[in-house]
């Protein structure tokens, strides 16, 4: 299964009519935060395939625009403290970062980040019971404390994504927030046996 991953910037080539040559091939898209709604809805016109998206610090209660007013992307599925089984997928997620102002939103402190997670619990445990696993897909706009996060408080990881994935082991977690600027930053890595997957701009995946 092929997955397109995007966040944080918009790609040229993607929102362009040559995003369906170039990714006409992917089975599903993954938004991770801090894009236009009026972008992810082109995604989903364009590529007809299924959108699942969270929300970043960034992103607005609600987009004005000529296309009209809108909350969310059109067509897209909230993964925010949810599950969705596709083809066989587990997938779920928690949006937005770490509080760095008192103002904004889609920010939370490290206490309710923890709940967030926790409100996922039951249905994990329910997944290992029906289909012998916890999660396959981790989706969330920040990293996980101590992997691709950066030392100032905006940019922080979450500790209990870091839980998550020690505990729950999902096969992928794909994020976004942290901004690439340099060739050698690091935005893969395994941590116990999960890819933890940085997809600022945009990333292609393949999940066995």
Known sequence: M??????????????????????????????????????????????????????????????????????????????HRRFVRFSGLLIAGIEGSERYKRSGQFQYTQSEMWRHVISLIPGMIYNRARFGRYLDVFVT????????????????GIKAFRWLLSVFKPRYHFHGHIHVYRPDTITETV??????????????TEID
């Open 2 to 79: 092929k997955v397109l991953s995007v966040s944080d910037v918009i790609v040229p080539i993607i929102y362009s009519a040559q995003v369906q040559a170039k990714y006409r091939h992917v089975d599903l898209v993954i938004a991770c935060g801090d894009l236009p709604y009026y972008y992810q809805e082109y995604i989903v016109s364009m590529l007809n395939r299924p959108l699942f998206f969270v929300r970043g610090n960034h992103d607005p209660l609600i987009e004005y625009g000529e296309g009209g007013n809108r909350s969310y992307p059109h067509g897209g599925i909230d993964l």
């Open 141 to 156: 706009h920040a990293p996980p404390w101590g992997i691709h996060d950066q030392s100032d408080r905006a940019h922080r």
């Open 191 to 204: 941590f116990c046996d999960t890819q933890v997957l940085n997809t600022y701009g945009s990333l292609e």
